[in-house]
């Protein structure tokens, strides 16, 4: 009985090193961590002008366009746009998108070409690109065959805390390579991000998107038509009484031969729910309260666009109609946010999706799809699509039988006379007549020669296309995966995956025949683990860890006091560790909230000489006094005590238009400088900076992870 005591407490000692092991572990990754946040920190006193002047500067020292073979595919991205080259058949055309590790996000603005027929990248450095970008739109120009259109955008700082949306618009020739920014009189569509792009004829649409203001989420549901021959945007107003389209972003947008055809998107839509917990009976006590709730939908939209008459004047609008279809056919089952869409041959080709089942306010559970579909669109019908098996070969090749011997013959024939051709032209190039004047020695080393030159033909085509493994799986399932046909094959392109807290864009790219089915070909994958966790998932994972410890060893002293009835019962201390945990816990959760507006004061008073609010760029007179309503009263009733005046014989309403008015006075008071701040970013194609800080204040909603980042 003693030795069994020895070995268990020995063991008990082992588990205890390694764990304290596990912990040393974890202290140097928290100090890594916290490290890496450091040094990639200040997010709020970023100056993102500063930061796109410098990647200004730095595409100005390119002096032309340039293309250089690159030893492997681009870095992993999200939110990037992938297109088959208009220009050429054997390409693809890769730009922008962001990657967010976990504590930092990086932006690209590098333009990837990807040759099929070679397995080779290319990147294009060029000196006049667009900036950084993420959640841009582009599409193919319709009757300008040979030209892409780009609109929009976001770029944030580091840890975004804040960020742009851009309103700029470009021209990139696919075959030069060369980007050229697009000026045009008149109105142009206002900045934004998760809109969609398509084309028709001579004309360019642009509908939806998102835009962040400091408040909220401001989904959109404008119209917006580019003229590409008489180079002028056309805002178009349909009839109040006319259906159209609400507010989405992430919506499918193809070319239709008399338009265009809308299908899907996301949203969020404003909700009421209980604010209060649940009672015995079922109910709820405690009122309700607002919140925004997403929403997939489903509907779908034709637009009709009539051009207008050949003798009207060049800066006339088409005609142009929202008619609304029935819900397509066979939809895909569940409804999923973030399945992208491809135009092919009168169809969209579908892949991917995500799925939320919103359990509770904590938590929500994802259900993610790999699932591909073909929507065709004159039939308004989905239609699933499976990947096959190539058939085997078998008798009915006619491989020993007679039917085959013949076939064979006939081969033999065919080659006798190539090589009876090839004998006749190497008899002319020795400069004969025939075959009977020629010397056999010179056609023989002239057959040679071109047979060697086939060779190495062969050999080069060989070297260009490696061998790349083949599955009869469809690819790992995702969200927002970029898609592209060319060619009638499929390339899908990243997207993303969540696993609890964590986001993973997947680097990997995957063809597909969309004749044959016949297997899923992976042209590259990578696998990566770069993820910076935050330092309450490192605690979370720590108390799990440390409940099994401590269970474990209840399960060995309850072992213990079965086997040896004289030892005393000692109770667990787990439960008063949790205990002692769970009153610890609100204190760490709510620290830095009460510091936020610590940080939030301190970046106003650098900012501002004079202590008061002050106004954004493109922010109106409204929307500043909304932002900063509860400062301009502070302010009022300090400076009513000031003058031996009592707030409290004011009404409310009073004291609002007083603050009001003193919101007001220092609007006007900054107008010029801030009409300056916004022509400088309007020459930028820049538009309105927004601080996550200040819409986290204002309850906006919509996170850094999960469904916040699927916009």
Request: glycine letters at 8%; charged letters at 35%; a negative charge.
């Amino acid at each position: 009985m003693a030795k069994d005591k020895k070995g268990k407490s020995e063991s008990k000692k082992a588990k205890l090193a390694e764990k304290k092991q596990k912990q040393e572990k974890k202290a140097e990754k928290k100090a890594k961590v916290k490290s890496a946040k450091i040094e990639g920190s200040d997010a709020e006193d970023v100056d993102l002008d500063a930061v796109l002047e410098e990647y200004k500067k730095q595409q100005e020292q390119f002096l032309k366009v340039t293309e250089t073979v690159v030893d492997e595919p681009p870095r992993a991205r999200a939110a990037s746009t992938l297109m088959a080259s208009p220009s050429n058949s054997n390409q693809l055309l890769l730009f922008g998108g962001e990657y967010f590790n976990g504590a930092l996000a990086t932006f690209f603005n590098d333009l990837m070409v990807y040759y099929i027929d070679r397995d080779e990248w290319r990147c294009v450095t060029s000196p006049n690109a667009p900036l950084p970008r993420s959640g841009h739109a582009w599409t193919r120009g319709g009757n300008d065959s040979n030209g892409v259109y780009l609109f929009g955008g976001e770029f944030s700082s580091p840890k975004q805390g804040t960020f742009y949306h851009y309103n700029d618009f470009w021209r990139l020739d696919p075959s030069t390579r060369e980007w050229a920014r697009i000026e045009t009189k008149g109105k142009t569509p206002p900045a934004r991000s998760g809109h969609r792009m398509t084309y028709y004829k001579n004309y360019i649409i642009l509908f939806g998107g998102f835009q962040d203001t400091a408040n909220q989420t401001k989904y959109l549901q404008d119209l917006w038509l580019y003229d590409t021959q008489n180079f002028v945007w056309h805002s178009i107003t349909p009839p109040p009484a006319q259906l159209k389209p609400d507010a989405r972003s992430s919506f499918t947008f193809l070319p239709h031969d008399q338009g265009a055809v809308l299908y899907g998107g996301y949203s969020r839509v404003k909700a009421t729910v209980a604010a209060g917990k649940q009672t015995k009976q079922g109910g709820s006590a405690g009122g309700s309260k607002n919140i925004l709730k997403p929403m997939i939908h489903q509907d779908c939209f034709f637009l009709r666009i009539t051009q207008p008459p050949a003798d009207a004047s060049p800066n006339t609008a088409p005609t142009v109609r929202w008619e609304k279809r029935k819900k397509p056919a066979n939809t895909p089952n569940p409804t999923r946010a973030g399945a992208t869409m491809a135009y092919h041959k009168g169809r969209g080709i579908m892949f991917g999706g995500v799925h939320d089942v919103e359990e509770s306010e904590e938590g929500m559970e994802s259900e993610f799809f790999n699932q591909l579909f073909a929507w065709n669109i004159e039939r308004n019908r989905f239609f699933p699509m499976a990947l096959k098996k190539a058939r085997a070969p078998g008798k009915k090749n006619g491989a020993g039988n007679g039917e085959g011997r013949e076939r064979v013959g006939r081969r033999d024939r065919a080659r006798q006379n190539e090589e009876e051709l090839l004998r006749q032209l190497a008899a002319l190039q020795a400069g004969t007549k025939g075959l009977d004047g020629a010397d056999e020695m010179e056609i023989d080393a002239i057959l040679k020669k071109q047979r060697g030159e086939e060779e190495e033909e062969e050999k080069d085509e060989k070297r260009k296309v490696r061998d790349m493994p083949v599955s009869m799986e469809m690819p790992h399932p995702r969200f927002n995966a970029q898609l592209a046909v060319q060619d009638d094959v499929l390339y899908i392109y990243g997207g993303t995956f969540e696993k609890g807290d964590r986001e993973f864009t997947l680097d990997d790219m995957y063809a597909i025949d969309l004749g044959k089915m016949d297997g899923c070909k992976e042209i590259f994958k990578r696998e990566g683990d770069d993820w910076i966790e935050s330092e309450d998932e490192d605690d979370d994972e720590e108390d799990d860890e440390d409940e099994d410890s401590e269970e474990e060893a209840d399960d060995e002293e309850d072992a213990m006091e079965v086997n040896d009835k004289k030892a005393k019962y000692t109770p667990s201390d787990r439960k008063k560790k949790k205990a002692k945990a769970d009153e610890e816990t609100p204190v760490a959760e709510t620290a830095p909230a009460a510091a936020a507006p610590e940080e939030e004061e301190e970046s106003e008073e650098t900012r501002v000489d004079d202590g008061l609010p002050h106004p954004r760029p493109f922010e109106s007179r409204r929307d500043f006094f909304q932002r900063t309503s509860a400062e301009w009263q502070e302010i009022l009733m300090t400076n009513l005590r000031w003058k031996g005046i009592q707030p409290e014989s004011l009404a409310v309403k009073e004291i609002k238009t007083k603050a009001f008015e003193l919101s007001e006075e220092k609007w006007w008071d900054c107008r010029e400088e801030i009409t300056a701040l916004e022509d400088e970013q309007e020459a930028a194609g820049i538009g309105e900076v927004v601080s996550l800080a200040d819409k986290a204040g204002a309850g906006g909603g919509g996170g850094s992870g999960g469904a916040g980042r699927r916009r």
